[in-house]
């Protein structure tokens, strides 16, 4: 099961800058974890925003929710989920 | 370079069946060429609509916008254009 | 795997009648069966607009794109679909 | 009387943890409180964002208010409410 | 059961002016009745718009959309209904 | 003149309990008041939220906004005014 | 009583070119006769748009009605009204 | 060069009461000292709202950024500027 | 003076070819001898769409608006247009 | 390769008035440093708002996503990236 997921990242600006940085580099190593494990297919930086497009694919809309719900950015994000289909004009 | 192109067809109701079938077909043939060539990277249906979302990598924003607008079905398209760099958390 | 569908129908003022009659009784032929067979979960009429919300629970999202893209009135629905999964509070 | 209602729940991050955790335990049982007693008949978590689809069956607008106005978590949430009637194609 | 209803009306312009002026006749015949029997308890105009505000009152959502389906006008209307309660404050 | 006000009520989580619950009690107070002297119509509670709908008969633009402007909630309330006119159907 | 309104104009580009042109030219004389009146106490065209954005000052909400409802453009119209009150720090 | 501008005002509820005094003093009479000179042709209230609608008639757009980024206000203002040109009915 | 204008061309796809062909010709005559005139400083394509994003350099609203509404496409277009003033940091 | 880029910048305004003086004598420096070296071609003021319109013509997304990521407001900012062609009418 495929799913495009677009996420922007709005962290508050009074937020402790230690776990500011802590949790984002919490992030960096969940996201590299799933993307090694197969489930995050692709992730791209959407030029000039803190926000990313990507690809996921797994079995289920629970496990995709599993793993948004557990993105260590996840309170400060707006999340735009998108189920993906083979298309017919696909080689 | 990468770009995200989400492209949501609709067809006037009205239009010449003959003329839209012919068109549609012209579609997927252009689109498949495109694919093979590997500027048109990937490109998914979105479940339950008549759209999808392709990535194009491209040389320049003067060839997608070429590819772009000969695209048999372009006059009856709204299409939404994101460009994508490599994100820092990528593998 | 279940999915929230919202289906707003716009009929053209323009469509022939006799055509619309009989789109209109395939349509309900059709999503009757789909009731039956167990995949068309539940469909609610929004009170005061040619809309349902329905939910569908099918194999993947490849079977909910087939079930949408071949509904008699597609061509004239604006669709809106959303994944659904297990609520931590739900009994 | 049938309502679906989407909840969104934004939590200020500046909330006292204590005060957040108590308040989404009393969430939870007072929402299964009100699904054993058949007024909250489905709740689904929707994937990938803190909001939840739920169909209420409840006696008038005034008990579905009450309902909403004293969840716990009400004065964090966003709320839509949809009124359904019966689908002409409802098997 | 209270319900404010907003109805936005959009007659297209190459509408039959017999058929127009009949179906703008029969609304009128058809909003009058209601009225008088009390279910169609309020409708204003909105200054500057082909629109209307109404409040009505009636036993249930099935009976509000089956008033609102057999509106003459409703093919070319955009209703927007919301579920009203009693406020704390009303006197 | 009649208005058509509603007003979308959204006070700060980390507004003073005392003054909340202070403002609050002023709002019921002058509302009932101007629902008394005849100029506040009609006040409804919109289900499900924070809000109201109401309806106001005043002598002018002028009044309503001093109305409006001196609600004890008014630094915390989005509002939205509609005139409304006698409408062609009323009975 | 004064109103600010915004007309933005859309005519169907498959109208009769002589009912435009005769419908234009209804509509400047109108307009003129009001202005002359001084119920139309401004009006000037947005830049790049055929719209325009007026003052009108009339007795009444129900005067305001009349005159939008009978311009020969009004089928043509999208209108917003704007309820304008004397402004504090006006000299 | 006339120009509307339309001015939203949302100060902080957490804002020094002083300064807030204050600064709404000295946009008052930064407001009329404008009037006076001629460049801030109106200014009305939007009735319901903190909101105003003005017309300027000023030399060139550097002079209405100018006026309108030394508001005492503007750093708690949203601003939407809209230039105008004659309307070719005005009399 | 400076303007932002962004123009959206949406031409109706039952437009006779022939009457097609000769206003897209006459526009770019048009825009070609308003940039060699000096007054249409930049036209860029906006990639992937049928719009362009432009700028002018004109003396007034007046002739802008003069400029824009004898564009051939112009009864097709959508047209936004942003007044540009001088950057602090320009260098 | 030519983008058009909105920024839009909103400084809550809680932030340290130190902070905020230096953060923005450090954007006007990168920014003309920029302008000097010709990848940002252009930047206007939008006139009436705390925004801008600028033109950067760079050799990727990579490198625009690197230029807009360290703006020192990026952190308070709301930016668009339109990606632009040549135009068919341009001189």
Same mark, same amino acid.
């Given at each position: 099961?495929?799913?495009?997921? &677009?996420?922007?990242? @709005?962290?508050?600006? @009074?937020? @402790?800058?230690?776990?500011? @940085? ?22 791209? &930086?959407? +030029? ?16 995709? *929710? ?20 083979? *298309?017919?004009? +696909?080689?």
């Amino acid at each position: 099961m495929l799913y495009a997921v &677009r996420m922007q990242v @709005d962290i508050p600006h @009074d937020l @402790d800058p230690t776990v500011r @940085d802590e949790t984002i580099a919490r992030e960096k190593a969940y996201s590299q974890q799933l993307q090694r494990g197969g489930e995050w297919a692709h992730i791209w &930086r959407i +030029a000039g925003q803190y926000s990313n497009l990507s690809i996921f694919e797994v079995e289920s809309h629970e496990r995709l *929710h599993e793993i948004l719900w557990n993105l260590p950015l996840f309170p400060y994000m707006t999340i735009e989920v998108t189920p993906l289909a083979t *298309h017919p004009s +696909a080689v």
